[in-house]
């Protein structure tokens, strides 16, 4: 394949890995198998959380490669999204740890948004978890998306952008939760639920900065949550290691409906 420099009209790039990042140029670096790397490798722990570096499209997923198809013709790529349970190297992580909650093949997101964990699948296996980011432009191909990167916007914490901003919380001990329920617990009457934001009282949105998980009662409620529901949920602010009691939640989409 024939490796190409960066067109003159660089491309606006969110840096797509929270927190502090150190690589190098591996644009054209032998690999195994006498391949190429057309990438970029952004080394960082797994499970750190990534962010879209532009507006697209979300599309795959995390065993066959997933990325962001833009809207404006640049198609960015990300492979290597993290496949193991925290804490091992197991290749069992499945969904949970590897896309953000919300975020599943043909949702929309934004430059900054959370949309997935930084791992080792794919060909990084056997090597340091990174990120593996490809820069695509229309009628280019790949290109080294070294200087873009270089010159992205760099971000401590997502970006959140709520789906319903209307739905704010009325009192000053309350907050509101965009999450996706991952385990439903009907005995116990508790959700285990990923967040990717949350609005407080004033109406400020904020985003994660790491993994972050939640547990709430639900038995007040009249909605009972299903595995995959994306929703949002508003309660009184939780006391510290106990569960939040929602007072209203409301499910946007979910990951399994047909
Ligand atoms: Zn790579």
């Known amino acids: 394949m024939a490796l190409m420099a960066l067109p003159r009209q660089d491309v606006a790039l969110t840096f797509p890995v929270l ?12 690999r195994g198998g006498g ?6 490798d952004l080394p960082a722990e797994k499970m750190r959380p990534l962010v879209a570096a532009r507006d697209g499209v979300w599309y795959g997923s995390a065993l066959n490669g997933s990325g962001i198809r833009c809207e404006d013709g640049v198609s960015l790529n990300y492979y290597h999204l993290n496949n193991d349970s925290p804490g ?5 992580g499945g969904d949970e740890y590897s896309m953000a909650p919300g975020v599943w093949a043909g949702v929309p997101v934004r430059a900054g948004q959370f949309v997935a964990y930084l791992g080792d699948s794919g060909n990084a296996e056997e090597t340091v978890s990174h990120l593996h980011f490809e820069l695509w432009l229309k009628d280019l191909g790949v ?3 070294f200087s ?18 209307e739905f704010v ?3 000053e001990d309350e907050i509101r939760w965009d999450g996706e329920v991952r385990e439903v617990n009907p005995e116990k009457g508790y959700v285990k639920i990923d967040l990717g934001g949350t609005v407080d009282s004033a109406g400020v949105a904020a985003g994660i900065s790491r ?10 409620c009249e909605l009972v949550p299903k595995v995959g529901d994306f929703c949002l949920v508003i309660g009184k602010i939780p006391e510290v290691g106990k569960g939040m009691s929602p007072k209203a939640m409301l499910v946007l ?5 047909p």
Do not use: M
């Not at 993994?211 to 007040?220: E, G, M, V």
């Open 19 to 30: 927190g502090a990042v150190t690589w190098t140029d591996t644009w054209g670096a032998p």
């Open 35 to 40: 391949r190429t790397h057309i990438g970029q």
């Open 88 to 92: 091992t190297d197991d290749g069992l």
């Open 143 to 145: 290109v080294n998306a």
């Open 148 to 165: 873009a990167l270089t010159s992205a916007r760099r971000l401590e914490c997502s970006e959140h952008y709520p789906e319903r901003p």
């Open 169 to 171: 919380p009325l009192h």
């Open 211 to 220: 993994f972050t998980r939640r547990y709430l009662k639900y038995s007040d």
């Open 253 to 257: 989409r979910n990951r399994y409906a």
